[in-house]
């Protein structure tokens, strides 16, 4: 015979029996105590040789009929114990039927609901606040999900959109020579690559949020110069001014990863400057931490708008919006892969324009103690 097939007994059954058992011991230990005495008493008396307390006071109740009057009483007990037991075990055990039957209820669609459990502060309670935090970040993790997901079926619907209009175009075109179509061609394959860079920002953002697999030794110093290498073409093409101060910083984690989070702060501060303005890029050690920083000029943006640019597909401005700009989704990668490395993020928006991100990683090179 399995486990899931024994018979199941409630919470409630055990605890109302093991309240009744306990109830029922502190009477046989009451007899016990008062009966043990008496008996000494009794034994200890000659027999034919009344005591002078019985002569005195008249006939009492013998030992013989103490105990049987005892006997008596803790039969009757068996039931009062048992019903007490099932009363206390079910007042104790009412938050907890709240507690599952609200759980039961809440599902995908209906994660607004809360226990909201009230009474005196106890183990119940405290797990009934404990839940109601924990439905509250289901809530805010499926909404976060749902906006995700739309926003990119919406970033993926567009270059498709305007892949088929143009190539509908050019076919319905019967005029079209071939410098049309090669023309259309190198747009299909411009709206191609944006989709792939698209396609290969959502890989890194998914691959950031899933945590970190491996613990390497990482040189912040080193990766950042591999970056602005491969970057300086871009930074020309902008006419903007790469700087760098690199001392050397030792985290540990995973390098690709790492690699895609300086990648992305610094196509976004080239990307989001403007002519003749500057991103400079330094690293360092403080005590327990490495820091990365990059700071770059550019438009002004507004104090309060700064942390809604690292969620997924946010854009300052609208003008902003076209697949040459970007996707949205570069500060979010960095604020999945920092999250993961147990990294802090740090920013601040200067009045005169620009933005400035550092990102803190421990220090310590071994995972176990991150």
């Not at 000659?46 to 013998?62: F, I």
């Amino acid at each position: 015979m399995t486990a899931h097939a024994l018979p199941r007994r409630s919470l409630q059954t055990r605890l109302a029996l093991a309240y009744a058992a306990g109830i029922y011991a502190a009477g046989v230990l009451a007899l016990v105590l008062a009966a043990v005495p008496l008996a000494r008493i009794d034994a200890a008396i000659p027999a034919g040789h009344p005591s002078s307390a019985s002569a005195e006071t008249g006939p009492g109740v013998g030992l013989p009929q103490l105990l049987t009057g005892s006997a008596v009483a803790l039969v009757v007990l068996i039931p009062i114990a048992l019903a007490l037991g099932w009363f206390v075990a079910g007042r104790f055990l009412r938050p907890l039927r709240a507690i599952t039957a609200t759980a039961r209820s809440i599902s995908a669609g209906d994660l607004h609901r809360r226990l909201a459990l009230g009474g005196p502060a106890d183990e119940l309670t405290e797990l009934g606040h404990t839940l109601d935090d924990l439905f509250a970040r289901l809530q805010a993790s499926f909404d976060a999900q749902r906006h995700f997901v739309a926003n990119a079926s919406h970033e993926l619907r567009t270059p498709l959109a305007g892949l088929r209009t143009l190539l509908e175009v050019a076919l319905g075109d019967p005029d079209a020579d071939a410098a049309t179509l090669r023309s259309v061609c190198q747009e299909a394959l411009a709206l191609g690559e944006h989709q792939e860079r698209l396609v290969q920002a959502l890989l890194a953002l998914a691959t950031g949020e899933g945590g970190v697999t491996r613990w390497d030794a990482v040189d912040l110093a080193h990766l950042v110069q591999g970056v602005l290498a491969s970057r300086r073409g871009l930074a020309q093409e902008k006419a903007v001014d790469l700087s760098e101060r690199l001392a050397p910083a030792v985290t540990a984690g995973d390098p690709g990863l790492i690699e895609s989070l300086v990648a992305n702060l610094v196509d976004n501060a080239i990307r989001h400057n403007h002519a003749g303005g500057y991103v400079e890029v330094a690293t360092g050690t403080s005590g327990t931490q490495v820091a990365l920083t990059v700071a770059n000029t550019g438009p002004v943006i507004p104090v309060d708008q700064v942390e809604r640019l690292f969620r997924p597909f946010q854009r300052l401005t609208p003008e902003r919006h076209g697949h040459h700009d970007g996707h949205g989704l570069g500060l979010a990668i960095v604020n999945a892969v920092a999250h993961a490395h147990h990294a802090t993020l740090t920013t601040s928006a200067p009045p005169e324009g620009g933005l400035s991100i550092t990102v803190r990683f421990p220090r310590d090179p071994h995972p176990d103690r991150l």
